[in-house]
């Protein structure tokens, strides 16, 4: 009893201190008004004012667009890393351990250079007379950057997943006659439908709460709940803490939700496994 008091209890006060203490004042925070009353009329806001509702709505186009194309490239990335030499794995699971971590001014500074208006991609294709299409400090660049981290993230979850897989499974599914098709379908996506779900999920995250490149790409020409609970904390638009506390309760009930609804798809698919 004494070892596991010594082991759950740090852990528990750890636990409270850093997520349900700040989840429980950021609940109550989007109940008040500037002046500390109880008020709905943050939550009120949200559901009338368009502004808001662009920013939520720029918010899942992008997570969702991102995590979708993401998780494409990074299954076929992952599956094509098992099949290399033991060197050559290790050296690009190192690249993509760094690529993952390069996101925020960084890696928006890094695609201005490449795809900006005054950048290598467009000399490039003025020179040639191709079109250029891209426009970096749009929706469609915001969400472009965002790959850039994205898939390097996706096959670094993805890969012990796809390296755990059995060789030998296919092997005897083709003794026993069964197709390719059917062996990826009842076998394969059975087992590996979980931890899809789970990757989708946390990418969708990822992207929902990454600030710091849409913010130096597109500055608020671009509104997403991130870049907006930012201008509510630091008063660029007016300071108003209690409805950025609004905006950061509603991320963490669609998060949940998403979260849910991913534990009963997965759910579902094991019954009916």
Same mark, same amino acid.
């Given at each position: 009893?004494?070892?596991?008091?010594?082991?759950?209890?740090?852990?528990?006060?750890?636990?409270?201190?850093?997520?349900?203490?700040?989840?429980?004042?950021?609940?109550?925070?989007?109940?008040?008004?500037?002046?500390?009353?109880?008020?709905?009329?943050?939550?009120?806001?949200?559901?009338?004012?368009?502004?808001?509702?662009?920013?939520?709505?720029?918010?899942?186009?992008?997570?969702?667009?991102? $995590?979708?194309?993401?998780?494409?490239?990074?299954?076929?990335?992952?599956?094509?890393?098992?099949?290399?030499?033991?060197?050559?794995?290790? $050296?690009?699971?190192?690249?993509?351990?760094?690529?993952?971590?390069?996101?925020?001014?960084?890696? /928006?500074?890094?695609?201005?250079?490449?795809?900006?208006?005054? *950048?290598?991609?467009?000399?490039?294709?003025?020179?040639?007379?191709?079109?250029? *299409?891209?426009?970096?400090?749009?929706?469609? *660049?915001?969400?472009? /950057?965002?790959?850039?981290?994205?898939?390097?993230?996706?096959?670094?979850?993805?890969?012990?997943?796809?390296?755990?897989?059995?060789?030998?499974?296919?092997?005897?599914? /083709?003794?026993?006659?069964?197709?390719?098709?059917?062996?990826?379908?009842?076998?394969?996506?059975?087992?590996?439908?979980?931890?899809?779900?789970?990757?989708?999920?946390?990418?969708?995250?990822?992207?929902? *709460?990454?600030?710091?490149?849409?913010? $130096?790409?597109?500055?608020?020409?671009?509104?997403?709940?991130?870049?907006?609970?930012?201008?509510?904390?630091?008063?660029?638009?007016?300071?108003?803490?209690?409805?950025?506390?609004?905006?950061?309760?509603?991320?963490?009930?669609?998060?949940?939700?998403?979260?849910?609804?991913?534990?009963?798809?997965?759910?579902?698919?094991?019954?009916?496994?």
């Amino acid at each position: 009893m004494a070892n596991r008091l010594k082991i759950f209890l740090p852990f528990g006060i750890l636990v409270v201190l850093i997520l349900i203490i700040p989840v429980l004042v950021m609940l109550i925070a989007s109940f008040q008004t500037l002046d500390g009353g109880l008020t709905l009329d943050n939550y009120h806001q949200v559901i009338t004012n368009r502004y808001y509702h662009l920013a939520i709505l720029n918010s899942l186009k992008i997570s969702g667009i991102t $995590a979708g194309v993401s998780i494409v490239i990074a299954i076929v990335g992952a599956h094509a890393l098992t099949k290399l030499q033991t060197s050559t794995k290790q $050296a690009l699971i190192t690249l993509f351990n760094m690529s993952a971590s390069f996101a925020g001014v960084p890696l /928006a500074f890094s695609l201005i250079i490449l795809f900006g208006n005054a *950048g290598v991609w467009r000399a490039i294709t003025t020179a040639l007379g191709w079109p250029n *299409g891209l426009n970096l400090y749009s929706l469609t *660049g915001a969400t472009f /950057a965002y790959t850039f981290f994205e898939i390097p993230l996706g096959i670094m979850f993805l890969f012990p997943v796809f390296e755990e897989l059995n060789p030998q499974w296919r092997e005897a599914s /083709a003794v026993l006659g069964a197709s390719r098709g059917f062996f990826l379908r009842q076998v394969i996506l059975p087992v590996i439908l979980p931890n899809l779900v789970e990757v989708f999920i946390l990418l969708f995250a990822n992207a929902m *709460g990454t600030y710091e490149t849409a913010f $130096a790409l597109t500055g608020n020409n671009i509104v997403t709940i991130p870049t907006l609970i930012g201008a509510l904390i630091n008063g660029e638009l007016t300071a108003n803490v209690p409805l950025a506390c609004t905006f950061a309760t509603i991320f963490a009930g669609l998060m949940t939700l998403i979260v849910w609804v991913g534990n009963r798809v997965t759910r579902s698919k094991w019954e009916v496994a």
